[in-house]
């Protein structure tokens, strides 16, 4: 019988204040600003059995992943809605968070509605956001999986290990590497920007029609570090890995030959800030409301994306 207890918490306390400064052609200026702490923490432990040759390391049996962790969250923000002229409302918003955990960010936010006759408007928005690493990229316990490999002696740095080895059943034999995922405390938050521009057709009070174009670019995308090519490199090199965000250690040493490279023994990746990705495509929007009699109506609606652009370019580019 194996038990474990996870828990997670989170409270937060916020206020804000609102007053409509004074009259614009379109309407009154309305400002609002406000102020929020938040503390959020969770303990999900590892219910593998305990690695005692590595206390801190879990391998993998019940439960892929353990995150232990804890932060603070202090963030301040503001709108202003402007209605410059009876055709043109233009809003402005942003927010700052601080973490306890070392990361900071402001984030604007501005948008603008111009409508020239009541039946059609024109409105776009640009703006900057991100998203600070999740307990598991930042906190993750090591835990690994294994998986079985051998050596291939048509590869020359594989037969020359063989070769070191005697040829004997230690080199020539499957044996396990263990696969280890840990979080890294060092990750910065990803960052967007993003802009959208858009038309609302209104042909009567219970039509309406949107279609609107979307730009996303997200940079510093949190990823698993690839540990692609760490296995024969490990060969080719003596044992030397230089793949970013993989660490390779050895396995037991050869009995026969202890002086000799020992076979890899665990690929160790941890996440990084390293990919970009782009986004943009076109939303479509209908909906429309008729009254039925008394306090009846028929509401309805359709919505569709149309993707144009989908992409991730990764460090090697």
Do not use: C, M
């Amino acid at each position: 019988e194996n038990r474990t207890r996870s828990t997670a918490d989170l409270w937060q306390i916020q206020g804000n204040i609102s007053k409509e400064l004074f009259t614009l052609p379109g309407g009154p200026l309305q400002v609002a600003v406000g102020a929020a702490y938040r503390k959020e923490s969770i303990d999900n432990p590892s219910a593998n059995p305990q690695n005692d040759a590595y206390p801190y390391d879990r391998y993998y049996g019940v439960n892929s992943v353990g995150a232990v962790g804890s932060r603070n969250v202090k963030s301040a923000f503001f709108e202003i809605n402007a209605p410059v002229l009876d055709q043109l409302v233009i809003n402005g918003s942003g927010r700052y968070d601080d973490y306890s955990s070392g990361q900071s960010n402001f984030s604007p936010k501005i948008g603008a509605k111009f409508s020239p006759i009541q039946q059609f408007s024109l409105r776009g928005t640009f703006s900057k956001g991100f998203r600070i690493p999740s307990f598991n990229e930042a906190n993750g316990l090591p835990t690994t999986g294994y998986v079985t490999r051998s050596l291939d002696p048509s590869i020359p740095a594989q037969a020359a290990f063989i070769a070191a080895h005697g040829g004997n059943s230690y080199a020539t034999s499957q044996f396990s590497v263990g696969n280890t995922s840990t979080g890294n405390p060092d990750l910065d938050p990803e960052k967007s920007t993003s802009w959208t521009l858009g038309a609302i057709f209104e042909p009567t009070s219970r039509i309406n029609f949107t279609v609107d174009y979307f730009n996303i670019k997200v940079k510093g995308l949190i990823n698993a570090a690839s540990s692609a090519g760490a296995f024969e490199q490990y060969y080719e090199n003596n044992g030397a890995v230089t793949i970013p965000g993989v660490v390779v250690r050895p396995g037991l040493a050869d009995n026969d030959n202890p002086a000799a490279l020992p076979q890899i023994g665990f690929i160790e990746v941890s996440y990084q800030n390293a990919d970009e990705q782009r986004v943009s495509g076109i939303d479509f929007g209908a909906n429309a409301r008729f009254p039925l009699g008394g306090n009846a109506t028929f509401i309805t609606s359709a919505d569709a994306s149309y993707l144009l652009k989908f992409e991730k370019q990764t460090t090697d580019g």
